[in-house]
């Protein structure tokens, strides 16, 4: 299979600073591939890159079997008749109505009154909009206008979608709903390329690219990336007093302890470790867990500065 | 096309939506031209006269009289008798009429009679001003004077200066000044308008996703321009029939061609705010670029307070990249003048070559945005 986007040795320097370092990956059609990382890790340089917002410094990237270098602006404008963008900053004109900016969307595609109309149908019975098409965008919450920025960037019928922190700023619920559309889309055989920050909705990604400082410090699925960061047993430790944390960071079977909100985990030596330390704790006071994102990303981002 | 035509669409539906805009574009030429075209005001009236009348005879009292009747002097008898100019100094006086001793005999005889006009030339403008009416005084005095001349030898008059006031015989400053506010004010105002447009999308990040899309620079750089094109053009409308209807403006031209130089200069505006927009892509910034770039140099250096002609060489030349510089002339050509088509080919020209680099210029300054 093609991969729908490919990208090798891909730099961008911006005077003295690097942005994006010597990164490459493949995307392959029908996948989530998430990018994951801090803001100004390079996530949104990097789709920028990819939309032929911006000239990379060094190395190759094509999309959707095509290269943005290939015979200039044909090349360009072919990519961009494929890919679909949600942006992080902007998402819809507050002051048109839902059926304009719309509109707007398809005259900048050339499409038709006709495919318009179309798809406006299928993408609302997608996304599940019931409000009127000629609200203004300023009157909708925030999660809906979300899912009609999708709907906009969608409405050519991309092979490619990119969206760069498409929940940001959503409430929880309205993140769920967002996430269940993007499976859906992935299912029906469309890419995604997703940023985010929160590491929850990473977990939904079928690979991950974990970015730091320009560089993708790790690639894999999820659970691998839990494997590989976590090849010890993860203890998660209720409330506990200054004289049983002092005690338990003199253990030699804890290689890692820190805090997790409220709670510490603990990273432990192997499976006897852990056996041995449960019993001496009281009873309910640690429990054995799998390693979230947000703990392999942790651990990652150390070792990167190691 | 279709896809300039989906921008400009959109523009016009932001600014529909949008009352402040719309009365800003809209209302402000005509308050600011109605406004200042009352308050700049070239005229000088009610300008002191000290009258030392050295003479005393009726010849004498006509000519004083005659400044009287003119309306821009109130006359009053000298005060220093011994030195008149120190009327002026004492600020006594504005202005001090000196005639001569046997100013009438003189006159009668066909010799030079003597008559001086002390100006205070601390304050030029109003001293050149009272100059430009000495022509018209002297013709009065002329025609007063000659039926009391008529019995002597002077047959030719004893006035010398003739200067001529065309187009604007009453040297009305209102028509002068109106045709060149709408100038200035809807100029300005196009310019402001494009400014903000490119910047605004660049900062709200909208810039970003219409790029991600196929439209070309071109497209966005057309889309943007024509509804404030239609927008500044309604404004001028509205200007022109405010000079017409409340300042009685005769208008001695083709409308045709009024209206269409217009379109010329109006896209040439449109287009520098446009660059602007482009190349600096923060509305603040934009804004300020702006009003520096035509404010003060469509004020000052268009002709509009002072002629291209009085500047020195290297202004005059400078001038030459101002639209309004351009307009100027045609819409005083126009309006007061009758000026055709060919008479005005010039400054046509200038300003369609004008709107042929700005435009192009601001769709090259946005592909090379692209390209970095």
């Known amino acids: 299979m093609n991969p729908s986007v490919d990208v090798s040795h891909l730099s961008i320097r911006f005077g003295s600073f690097t942005a994006v370092d010597d990164i490459s990956f493949s995307v392959y059609p029908g996948e989530i591939f998430g990018f994951l990382g801090a803001n100004g890790a390079g996530k949104t340089t990097t789709i920028r890159m990819l939309l032929g917002l911006l000239k990379p410094s060094s190395g190759e990237a094509t999309v959707a079997g095509l290269a943005f270098e290939d015979g200039a602006a044909g090349a360009g404008r072919a990519i961009k008749n494929k890919v679909g963008y949600m942006s992080q900053r902007f998402t819809l004109y507050n002051d048109l109505t839902v059926s304009e900016n719309l509109a707007f969307a398809a005259g900048l595609r050339k499409m038709s009154k006709d495919a318009l109309e179309r798809r406006t149908r299928e993408l609302f019975e ?81 690979r991950i690219a974990l970015m730091r400082a320009g560089r993708i410090i790790a690639l894999d699925t999820p659970e691998n990336l839990k494997a590989k960061a976590f090849p010890e047993p993860l203890v998660e430790l209720e409330e506990a007093d200054e004289a049983l944390l002092g005690r338990l960071k003199a253990e030699p079977a804890v290689l890692d302890m820190r805090p997790h909100g409220m709670r510490w985990h603990l990273a432990l030596k192997d499976e006897q470790s852990w056996r041995e330390l449960e019993k001496r704790l009281p009873p309910g006071a640690a429990r054995r867990i799998a390693p979230s994102l947000e703990d392999v990303f942790v651990r990652l981002v150390e070792g990167a500065d190691r | 096309m279709r896809r300039a035509l989906s921008v400009a669409r959109k523009e016009v539906r932001h600014v529909l939506r949008d009352p402040f805009t719309l009365a800003l574009a809209l209302g402000l030429p005509v308050l600011l031209v109605t406004f200042f075209g009352f308050a700049i005001d070239f005229d000088v009236g009610n300008i002191r006269l000290s009258v030392y009348d050295r003479d005393r005879t009726p010849a004498s009292r006509r000519l004083a009289e005659v400044f009287s009747a003119s309306g821009y002097f109130n006359v009053q008898p000298g005060v220093h008798p011994e030195a008149p100019s120190k009327d002026l100094d004492a600020e006594e006086a504005s202005a001090v009429l000196i005639i001569e001793p046997r100013f009438y005999e003189k006159a009668k005889s066909g010799a030079e009679a003597k008559a001086q006009l002390l100006l205070d030339g601390a304050d030029n403008t109003s001293a050149g001003t009272v100059l430009g009416y000495l022509s018209g005084i002297q013709n009065a005095a002329q025609k007063r004077l000659a039926p009391a001349l008529l019995s002597g030898g002077n047959k030719t008059g004893f006035i010398s200066l003739k200067t001529r006031f065309l187009f604007n015989p009453e040297l009305n400053t209102q028509w002068f000044t109106v045709p060149g506010l709408a100038v200035i004010v809807v100029g300005l105002l196009s310019i402001m308008l494009t400014a903000l447009t490119v910047a605004r999308e660049w900062e709200n990040g909208s810039m970003e996703l219409l790029l991600s899309t196929p439209v070309e620079p071109a497209e966005i750089v057309l889309g943007k321009l024509s509804p404030y094109v239609a927008l500044s053009l309604s404004a001028l409308l509205i200007v022109y029939l405010v000079a017409r209807l409340i300042f009685r403006m005769p208008f001695a031209g083709s409308h045709l061609l009024f209206f269409g130089s217009s379109l010329l200069f109006l896209v040439a505006c449109l287009a520098q705010g446009l660059l602007i927009s482009v190349a600096v892509r923060q509305q603040q910034i934009a804004m300020q670029l702006s009003i520096v770039t035509s404010l003060l140099p469509s004020m000052l250096l268009s002709g509009f307070i002072f002629p291209v002609e009085s500047m020195p060489a290297f202004f005059q030349y400078f001038t030459m990249i101002l639209p309004p510089r351009w307009f100027l002339a045609v819409s005083r050509g126009v309006f007061l003048k009758g000026m055709g088509a060919v008479e005005l080919a010039g400054p046509l020209a200038v300003l369609l070559l004008m709107d042929i680099v700005l435009i192009t210029a601001a769709t090259k300054r946005f592909k090379r945005d692209l390209e970095t």
């Open chain 1, 126 to 206: 997608f996304i599940g909009f019931t409000h009127p098409a000629s609200t203004l965008v300023k009157d909708l919450p925030g999660g809906l206008k979300q899912e009609l920025a999708l709907a906009a960037a969608l409405l050519h019928e991309p092979e490619i979608v990119f969206l760069d922190e498409p929940t940001a700023g959503v409430a929880p619920a309205a993140r769920a709903r967002f996430w269940a559309l993007i499976r859906k889309l992935a299912g029906s055989g469309k890419t995604v390329f997703v940023t985010t920050h929160y590491m929850d909705e990473a977990e939904h990604c079928g």
